[in-house]
């Protein structure tokens, strides 16, 4: 059983008024920024081992112990299965439904668990997404690694690919632990040369599919019929590359520019067994481009793509769109024009090192104006996980959930449920909603959002009415132990009874929950809600209550 | 009860203010409250407020089959098994204009359209759609031909240029019934996605019976912060929502809603409308129109879909009675079906397909467009229906002379298309 300090982590604090030292703010706003949020005693913890040593040492993970997290994710065993196997599975399971029920050219409708049977081969890769899904959840709980986490989600929102697009589903977990993860402490090049090769982007990007146009004198001849609808240059890839992942919408190209880099990049594509990158040379236009004023030589193959991905990775455009989006994540939505310029600078002269360009942000001094503090509205993940640490929540494994006798697995049940279909359906099996399941009704479907723009920076995205409602829900359920992968409501230790000395308990538990003295206003909610308890009521249920406004406060929702 | 109090009381204080505010001529109250008062406001005088209701019908919907083009030789050569006969044979089509012929299925839509409250749009859709589902559904609810990275959706911009009230602006004046907030919906202004009137709200357990409650109190606190703006309307909506009894609901002149999905949605948004509750923009989706295998012909799994769909619509028109003038149905899809069938007498991903506008204000009883017809040359790619109307054509003439949005908003609801009356189809007149 889990016990909840509330009360105990906040002797911790030499914050004796209302106003906290600003140590104590400074150690909250890295793990509000840096982490996803802190737990119960980090802050004391984070403060006693100093900020910036654990700064140095988040900019370092390898050198960090992450024993529970390894325990955690011991369950999920898709995640190491590789991706010409679940490409396999992906081709089978199309194969049987062609011949079952005829065709489906886009093969997207593997979603519809109503339309899988029980059989492992029919799951597996439905499977494979929900533990995906779940490992990112757990990694954002538990890893020590935090750093390491937020900025796999940042690069992979950067480079972002839909699960719910033709194959990608097989791909997206390659995509993100094989192309995004051993490169966010590496090189920009690098990074954008693994997204440029890995087959879930050449699929959601159609890259795959691009190929040189026709020559001319081949057409008019009959020859159209050769040339299948879908054939041809496809420019999606190289327009979001310039576009998105590099020197942004006012970076200074043309639609001329978007289709010479189409035509250098024609010819990479994917093999469709295995997922690997393969140069494909019958397919690549051999002619001469010219990019952003660049000449790149006629008769080239592969390293046409090469050039232009070189080109753009160093241009000054990219250093400050990339120094502008670490700025919105880091910062806020509308970060200090003078901070983008350092941190861009940075960029530009260690050549795109990444862990320089962050070490420039984070050192920054104004990284640590207070004005920035709780500046951002969380994501609904960020919203969840930092909630979950908070109250020190310890998700059960499918494994220990009792409650839990389906035929198909629960993580491929949340997973569809993901992908659109049988999300009720769960929560009637289950009896309540997941962790998952309330954070897609928070507004946030896991690797399936459509825009390659990736999930807003922007906090007002995340601000409405019905999201807050469902924001709500989650937080009197994890007070109230009705999370189905928690199942019962945190036990909250109860030194001080609120009744005979509300404030002080009042003040431990939003220091423990909210890392600060809540506003004037909440508190004075907080207070009257503190003592609300019927007579005879167990004060448990008034540290559950207070628990639950406090993590639904508007205050918490912030980071 | 006692969090019940609070939140009442709450209520009860804020719309006196609202009262007086709208009594001195001023309307920049919070919106809860001007909610609440509209709600008050509307319930007695019945309304008058303008309602459109998009029904997606997700899937790819086969609109040769909705609206059956059985005058043409093509039709028959290259569909078989799954082709719908003429009106004179037995199970036969029901006759629109001698050349088209409606779904028997949809037999309750062909006395609209002969009562002149149907108006038929074929071979509409998206130019330059592809043959992905969630591609082309997520495109024609943003509004756009390919921008994928337009991340709003028309009906939100819609409302952001909706000529309104202030006074009478309601928390619930947009709504979706689904889980999730479709794509159509997203955006800057305030939409809420409720599948279950009942259900939806801050569910009570630890914080007792009542919802919200210190919630309630904690973000109409919260002044200064956006979040106040999301929790005002979340609790108005609630607060509204709870006049709105769904339990015991009784449709009006005898309608009967189907058991299904769209039933209910659309049972519900009768219920909204009817309670006043200032409801302008509504969405429903219905599933099942990714006919690959047995689609069938005047029966089978394609007529099962069109005969829920006719009959919900049925419903929906008799329970409003005359408040259908008020109200205006498109149907969309986000593409057609192959003209020819397979090889499993079903049909794979097409191109143009039929919309369909449903209401009092509706210029109906005809199929409007330019029908490109089947002929091998006309077909688009050399195998689907070519579209002559783009979508948003045809949304636009509801924004327009439905909505009341000004024609030189057009670009802001869908932006890059040069949208102008002059591409209306003239459904609405």
Known sequence: MLILLLVGAALHFDCTGAESSGE?????????????????????????????????????????????????LAELTSLTSNQSDLLGAFQDQMQRRQRERGEDEDQESLSRMDELAPDEGRFQVTLALGELQRAKLLRAVYSERQLEEVLVDFWFNHFNVDARKQSVIAMVGHHENEVIRPHVFGKFRDLLGATARSGAMLIYLDNARSSAEMHPAMQGRGNEEVQRPGRGLNENYARELMELHTLGVKGGYSQKDVMEVARAFTGWTVERSTGEFVFRSRLHDRGMKRVLGRRIREGGGMEDGEQVLDLLAAHPATARRIATKLCQRFVSDEPPNDLVERVAAAFKKSKGDLRVTYEALFFDPEFFNPVHYDAKIKTPFEFAASALRAAGIDLKSEAAMSVWRGRMPLRAMEAAATLGRGGERLQKRVGSKTVLLHILEMGMPLYAWAAPTGYPEESTHWVSAGALVARLNFALALAGGELADVGEAPVLQS??????????????????????RASEATRQVLQKEAGAGREGEESQVDQNRLLALLLGSPEFQRR | MNQSRVTRRFFIKQGALAFAAIGAGSFFGPGFLRSSVMAAENSGTGGGRRILVCLFQRGAADGLSMVVPYGEEDYYKLRTAISLRPPSAEGGVLDLNGHFGLHPALAPLHDFYGAGELAIVHACGNPHTTRSHFEAQDLMESGTAKDKNLLSGWLNRMIGVCPEDEARRSALRAMSMTNQLPRSLQGREEALAVADLAGFGVRGGILQEGGGGGFEQLYESATGDVLHGAGRDGFGAMELLRTVDEKNYRPQNGANYPGSPLGRSLRQVAQLIKAGVGLEVAFVEAGGWDTHINQGAASGSMANRLADMGYC??????????????????????????????????TDHGHGTAFLALGGGVRGGRILGDWPGLSREKLFEGRDLAITTDYRDFFAEACVRHMGVAPADLNKVFPGHRASPQAFRGYLG
Request: glycine share 12%; net charge neutral.
């Open chain 2, 313 to 346: 619509l049925a419903a929906l028109h008799r329970d409003l009675g005359a408040r259908m003038s008020e109200v205006l149905v498109l149907t969309m899809s986000e593409f057609g079906r192959t003209v020819k069938e397979n090889g499993n007498r079903g």
């Open chain 1, 24 to 72: 104590v703010l400074r150690a909250r706003h890295v793990l509000n920024r840096l982490a996803y949020g802190p737990r119960p005693g980090e802050i004391s913890a984070v403060v006693a081992m100093g900020v910036e040593k654990w700064m140095r040492g988040q900019l370092q993970p390898d050198k960090i112990e992450n024993p529970e997290l390894e325990g955690r």
């Open chain 1, 495 to 516: 030194g001080i009874s609120p009744q005979e000395d509300g404030h002080d308990s009042l003040e431990a538990a939003e220091n423990n929950i909210l890392g600060r």
